[in-house]
């Protein structure tokens, strides 16, 4: 159906030099090769269109009789008898006025409109709006570069919503009263089927120069910044990108400017650059693409970009997914001292699996600053940023809220003021499944997170692990909440986190509070001073330092916190973390993503709940060994006696082979397994 209903069509086909209709191979800018109809002055105003497939198709075109048509020979511009033919020939309309465009009897749908210029240059400008379209008017017109079709420069894009059958009117004019006249080389009409309502942009920056149309993995944009711009005219929630690796600056110099991210855009890293699905693009990481702030000198940090990412008003629906944000530096006055990475204002997008490294700002929110909104960050890692003279050396919330964070790693980052890795003013949060280690606070509480403000503005902090997080003030080396502002802690480990208070640990150092009005509740969640050590496999990891990306806080076969937490207090998956569409289920995986609940036979249940039990912290303890089927950490007997009982019993337990079914193929797998001892 949205093949019948898409179309091209090229303007002034039998005129001068630029004769002809492009040939059916020629896809343009919308990427759909085949037939074009050609309208020349021997055409009536009105045309039967025949769709891509040559048919006849029902659908009319009525151009307007105003103007002149033209022609121009400039074969430098084009690919053959593709692009020329389309550019070359045109309707002219050399004074103020506007030609009208209108396609007839299309059924409902939603549409994209593909209109070019003429053969552009320098100083040639032609507007365009389509009447109904979400889409701004846009100008058209420039230099061509390699041949290529660039929005802005060779044609404009709009989008529009048919609720019925009807029509689509498009209307071009002239720039200015300046630059009255207006000129129109053809139009594509795309209809977007239902599987997929949002035009796609292909960007490469690892490929060579030359042709660039964005349609596919082999005519990608280069510049990043291209698909953004258009995308902002088009909206965003019409729009995604797909980057493939490669490191892309938003400016060559310019500090000042970012990548704006329009509302309602879905933009995705880390693909090799021939995937056809965001499935096939597996872990992002392993093709790292890089938003960088590294602009100007190469060898130096003090001239990179004052926000590397920026998005005001942005949607719950606006996504940036598989992306490393690094190297901003946001240390002037007027508005650019915050936010190095991310500067967010008014919006709720969602960041996932995304990393903010080394991102430096003089106040506010070095990885991110978010000023009111609701923003998200799913598995994600916020390293070594550093809010040199105030709060919040990953992320600062300022009003608006929650900030709502889920799976993601927070490691080493730094606060002149409060807040080493989160810093929440006036503002609700909610923390789940999440490690923070080595953060520091320099002169104010919250080695890892600090909630202040008022009551109501609280945060929840649920099957996380905080470690070695420091404050160097008597204010909390965990968690620090004042001012009416509350911490329900879950399910959770606080352990090894100081401040500078005396050299001994207590509950003070793991969360601090400085009046009546704020209280913790520490349900079901170990605080070092109060509770057994966790027992971590090995905490200060190999490097023998604490607080350092290395650090292993999952938990040995002997810890305390295994099968010792509270279903009730897991936290539902609003977030998605784990992918599946499903947001009402409770939190399904550990930060490893493995599953949340796993029973251990060898622990007793001394948590709160129906078996499985979840474990305390961001880790669930799993062994990988089939036979050790107690999870002691040894095989032995037992294992064999365990599993024999279940297996007899035909409980699910004894599926070891994970088919669904209890059989004779899960007991040879176990006892292959137990042979070999693993």
Not at 70 to 83: R, Y
Not at 143 to 155: A, C, I, R
Request: hydrophobic fraction near 35%.
């Amino acid at each position: 159906a949205a093949f019948g209903q898409s179309f091209n069509v090229d303007l002034n086909v039998s005129a001068g030099t630029g004769a002809g209709v492009p040939t059916a191979s020629f896809p343009g800018a919308a990427g759909q090769s085949r037939f074009w109809n050609g309208i020349s002055t021997s055409n009536n105003a009105v045309t039967n269109l025949a769709d891509l497939f040559g048919a006849s198709s029902g659908v009319t075109f009525t151009r307007d009789v105003v103007g002149t048509w033209a022609s121009a020979d400039d074969a430098g511009i084009g690919l053959g008898t593709g692009m020329s033919h389309l550019l070359e020939d045109y309707q002219f309309l050399p004074v103020a006025g506007t030609m009208t465009y209108t396609f007839g009897n299309l059924q409902p749908g939603t549409y994209a409109v593909y209109t070019y210029a003429k053969r552009p240059g320098a100083t040639t400008q032609s507007k365009v709006a389509v009447t109904g379209s979400v889409s701004s008017e846009q100008a058209v017109g420039g230099t061509v570069v390699n041949g290529s079709l660039l929005p802005g420069t060779t044609h404009s894009i709009h989008i529009v919503t048919l609720a019925s059958t009807g029509s689509i009117e498009i209307k071009v004019s002239g720039v200015s009263s300046t630059a009255p006249g207006a000129t129109c080389g053809g139009i594509q009409l795309r209809k977007l089927p239902a599987s997929q309502q949002r035009i796609r942009f292909y960007v490469d920056g690892g490929l060579a120069a030359g042709y660039e149309d964005g349609a596919s993995w082999l005519t990608a944009f280069r510049d990043l910044q291209t698909p953004l711009k258009q995308s902002a005219l088009t909206g965003g929630d019409w729009c995604e990108i797909w980057c493939a690796e490669h490191t892309y600056t938003p400016a060559a110099t310019d500090r000042s400017i970012s990548f704006q991210i329009p509302s309602g855009l879905r933009l995705f890293g880390g693909f090799a650059g021939d995937e056809s699905s965001t499935e096939d693009r597996g872990d992002p990481w392993s093709h790292p693409t890089v938003l960088s702030g590294n602009v100007g000198a190469t060898n130096s940090s003090l001239d990179n970009s004052y926000h590397v990412v920026r998005a005001s008003g942005a949607s719950a629906s606006t996504l940036v997914d598989g992306f490393s944000i690094v190297s901003g530096r946001a240390d002037q006055a007027g508005g650019q001292n915050t936010g190095g990475g991310a500067l967010i204002n008014l919006s709720s997008l969602q960041f996932r699996k995304c990393r903010f490294r080394n991102n430096y700002s003089v106040f506010y929110g070095a990885g991110v600053f978010a000023d009111a909104g609701s923003p998200s960050f799913v598995n994600c890692e916020f390293y070594g940023n550093w809010a040199e003279n105030a709060s919040g050396g990953a992320i600062y919330q300022k009003f608006g809220g929650p900030l709502r964070i889920a799976g993601t790693r927070f490691v080493q980052n730094q606060a002149g003021d409060e807040g080493g890795a989160v810093m929440l003013f006036n503002a609700a949060g909610t923390v789940a499944g999440s490690f923070f280690t080595g953060n520091v606070s320099d002169f104010g509480g919250g080695g890892a997170i600090r909630c202040g403000g008022g009551d109501g503005f609280d945060v929840t902090i649920s099957d996380c692990t905080l470690y070695y997080n420091r404050s160097l003030q008597s204010k909390g080396g965990g968690v620090y909440v004042s001012y009416g502002a509350d911490a329900n802690i879950h399910n959770s480990i606080l352990w090894a986190n100081l401040d500078n208070s005396a050299g001994i640990f207590h509950e003070q150092q793991a969360v601090g509070e400085v009046d009546d009005e704020s209280f913790v509740d520490y349900a079901f969640t170990t605080v070092h001073g109060l509770h057994q050590d966790p027992k971590f496999v090995d905490a200060d990891g190999a490097d023998n330092q604490p607080g350092t990306p290395d650090d292993n806080c999952r938990l040995q076969a002997i810890s305390p916190c295994i099968d010792f937490g509270a279903n009730a207090f897991i936290p539902a998956d609003v977030l998605d973390v784990d992918g599946d569409g499903d947001t009402a289920e409770a939190y399904p995986v550990d930060l490893d993503g493995r599953p949340r609940r796993i029973q251990v036979l060898a622990v007793d249940d001394l948590g709160e709940g129906d078996a499985p039990l979840v474990d305390r912290g961001c880790y669930e303890r799993v062994t990988d060994c089939i036979a050790d089927f107690d999870g002691s950490g040894f095989v032995d007997i037992e294992d064999f006696n365990i599993f024999v009982g279940v297996f007899e019993a035909g409980e699910l337990l004894a599926d070891v082979d994970a088919s669904g079914f209890v059989d004779l193929d899960d007991y040879d797998t176990f006892v292959n397994a137990f042979e070999l001892g693993c």
